[in-house]
Every structure is written in C-alpha cells, then in structure tokens.
DNA sequence: GTCTATAATAGGATAGAC
DNA sequence: GTCTATCCTATTATAGAC
C-alpha cells in the first residue's frame, strides 16, 4: 500500500468528520442529514459512503472526534509541577468546549449514549480517560498539601470526583436552558466551592 | 359547552401524552414517532390530531409532564419545619426521576432545548421554579443553624446554586455514559459534599 | 475515487367516511 | 370524535457512468 494514498485517505476522512461536525454544531447532533453533510463538505454521497458505511458510523466519529478532544484538553493543561486545583479542571474541560462551540452538541451525545450502544462505548470510554486524568490531579494536588482533606486523599478523591464531575454537564445544562444564566459567575463559584 | 365533554376531552389528552411518553421512555424523545404513540395508544392518526396540532406539539407537551413532575416533588418533600440540606435535595430530584423511569429522557430534553425554542421556553421556565425551591430550602437551612456558613445566607445561596443543581444532570449523564457508575454512592457523596 | 441519478422507505400529515 | 386510507416530503442508501 503507498503511505500517500493512505495519508490522502484519512485526510478525506477527516474532512467529512469536519463537515459533519459543523452540521451539528448547526442542526444539533441528530440533526445531522447526509444531505447537509453533503452540502457542508461540498462531496457527494458517494464519496461519503466511500468512507462511512452508513450514517451512524459517521455519527460515532463524530461523537469520538468531540470526547477525544476533552482528554487532549486536559493533557495539555496538566502542569508535573504544579497540579490543578479541582475547580481548575473542570473550567479547562469547559473553557475548551467554549473554544470549539460544541458547548450545545456534547449533550446530546452523553443524551444519546442512553439510548445508542455504540455511542455509549465511546462516551463512557472517554469519561473513564478523563475521569483518571482528573483523580491524578486531585490526589497530586492534596499531596501538595494534605491540609486541604481530612484523611487519605485517594479515598477522598474517589468519593467526591463523580460530584465534581457533575459539573460539567450542569454547566451546559443550565446555559443551554436558562436565558439568564452566568457562565463566568459559575465558574468563579466552582474555585470556591471546591477550594479548601 | 357541556362539562363532561371537556372532561373527556381532557382526559383523553393526557392518554396520549402518557402514550408518547412510554414511547420517549423507550426509543428516546427525538425517537418518538406519530405511528409509535398510534401502537401504544391504540387511538389513530386523526384522532391524535384532533388533539395536536403536531407532532413538535405533542412532544412539547410531554417535555412539560417530565419537567411540571419535577417541581411537584420538590414541593411535596418540602417540610415547614425542617428545611432540606442541598444533598437531600438534589436526592429528592433523583428519586423521583428513578421512580417515573424517565432518568434517560430527561438529558435529551436538556439537550433538545439548545436547539428547540420551545422546548427552551419550558425547560427554562421549570428550571427556574426548581430553582426558586431550592433557594427557599437552602436559604431555611442556613437560617436553621447560621453557623453552617460564613457570611450571609442569601448570598452564599445565589453563588453555589448552579453548582448545586448542577448534581442532577451529573448524575444522569455519568448513570447514563458510565458501565460502572455507583448511584448509591453518589447520592451519599452529594450529603457529604454540601453537609456544614 | 468520485459523481449523478435514482431506488427504497420511513414518517408526518390530511381527506373523507362513519 | 374517531377511523381508514392515502398523499407527500425528507432522507438513507445504492447503482452505474466517468
């Protein structure tokens, strides 16, 4: 096989997972047509099908592109010297949603994962990730100063990160429903419920 | 007009909602089709018609029966004498949606709302009425033993309600994304984290 | 590999009888 | 008010030319 028709394959590939992802940016995630898909990415349905075998294949590296790029977020902001502080990680995870404008189509996909097996594999996969990545920087950042909880910092850690987790989908939860919801007073409220 | 008749028509209304909401609870809230609620009714096309004007209608309205639900059951744990801890709050919230089997359909409508104005315009309204209660209980509590937080009660309240309400939706998403999520533990952390 | 054209079907909505 | 039958559009997916 030539390494460049493989390279010029996957960058196609790529292209259309693009073109998908505006579309449901602007449609919503079940929103996604393969005739706005075809339309957005400017190919056509053969070449779409030339790469997905059906739409819900698309729709599931739709999903895998969004939740990939949260761990990466979190990668990137991860510092060895100086862990994050639990409000901080999760205004990363939000501040890179923001970035991307995917802040509405997330949940939809975490919705959808209750009823798609596949997208559940893959969403539950990519929480896991996050969730591991989150208790490194939680546990590292008692460590730093074991003041902050009151016995050992791994159980502690282990009890409260589902809580912390939380808040995430209810910040995109309440901004997605509440006219006069204030992202950056959330925000601020989060470094303070969770500093000790 | 005659008062039985309105009665009955009434009635015969909140079948069919009841209807498209068995079928929400199975195949989903965008999954819901004319020719599934005419199968789990046992009524037909026209006669669901002559009720709704369409199916977006319909839809509307069972958004409106999960979402009302929500905050009759915030006002029958409420208790004049003693207030609810924000822990036991949040639990009432969860415990109704796990009775009613809606926990997976709840998310979608969330997630709707971004796109839809309408199911917006009733998500938010019940929102905020859910919000208002649990100010109402939050605010009691303090005031119930004013120690349990520095500073004024009605400001700490207006700062970490979004991260309070922000429990349910985390809830549901990692219930509905996570293999191996711990629901019992969760509702145990909820009081540890917000307990004084 | 990609296009155009089209097959196949699902799903929302309506018309008219009773 | 309700039913049956049907229309019509939107949408997924495929076939065959280039």
Same mark, same amino acid.
């Given at each position: 096989?030539?390494?460049?028709?493989?390279?010029?394959?996957?960058?196609?590939?790529?292209?259309?997972?693009?073109?998908?992802?505006?579309?449901?940016?602007?449609?919503?995630?079940?929103?996604?047509?393969?005739?706005?898909?075809?339309?957005?990415?400017?190919?056509?349905?053969?070449?779409?099908?030339?790469?997905?075998?059906?739409?819900?294949?698309?729709?599931?590296?739709?999903?895998?592109?969004?939740?990939?790029?949260?761990?990466?977020?979190?990668?990137?902001?991860?510092?060895?010297?100086?862990?994050?502080? &639990?409000?901080? !990680?999760?205004?990363?995870?939000?501040?890179?949603?923001?970035?991307?404008?995917?802040?509405?189509?997330?949940?939809?996909?975490?919705?959808?994962?209750?009823?798609? &097996?596949?997208?559940?594999?893959?969403?539950?996969?990519?929480?896991?990730?996050?969730?591991?990545?989150?208790?490194?920087?939680? !546990?590292?950042?008692?460590?730093?100063?074991?003041?902050?909880?009151?016995?050992?910092?791994?159980?502690?850690?282990?009890?409260?990160?589902?809580?912390?987790?939380?808040?995430?989908?209810?910040?995109?939860?309440?901004?997605?429903?509440?006219?006069?919801?204030?992202?950056?007073?959330?925000?601020?409220?989060?470094?303070?419920?969770?500093?000790?």
């Amino acid at each position: 096989m030539p390494k460049v028709s493989d390279a010029h394959r996957a960058a196609r590939r790529e292209e259309i997972i693009d073109a998908a992802l505006r579309c449901a940016v602007r449609d919503g995630y079940r929103g996604v047509s393969i005739a706005s898909v075809i339309q957005e990415s400017g190919l056509s349905a053969g070449a779409i099908y030339s790469y997905f075998a059906n739409k819900q294949e698309l729709l599931v590296a739709v999903a895998e592109r969004i939740l990939d790029a949260r761990e990466a977020d979190l990668a990137a902001a991860h510092d060895r010297d100086t862990p994050l502080a &639990p409000g901080e !990680v999760m205004a990363t995870l939000i501040e890179g949603l923001r970035r991307e404008d995917i802040a509405a189509v997330l949940p939809q996909i975490w919705a959808e994962a209750a009823f798609d &097996p596949e997208i559940r594999a893959v969403a539950g996969r990519i929480f896991g990730r996050v969730r591991n990545l989150l208790r490194g920087e939680l !546990v590292a950042w008692v460590q730093a100063d074991p003041s902050r909880v009151e016995g050992d910092a791994e159980e502690w850690a282990d009890l409260v990160i589902p809580v912390i987790m939380s808040s995430v989908p209810g910040f995109l939860v309440q901004r997605a429903v509440l006219p006069d919801f204030d992202e950056e007073s959330y925000l601020r409220a989060l470094q303070e419920t969770y500093r000790r």
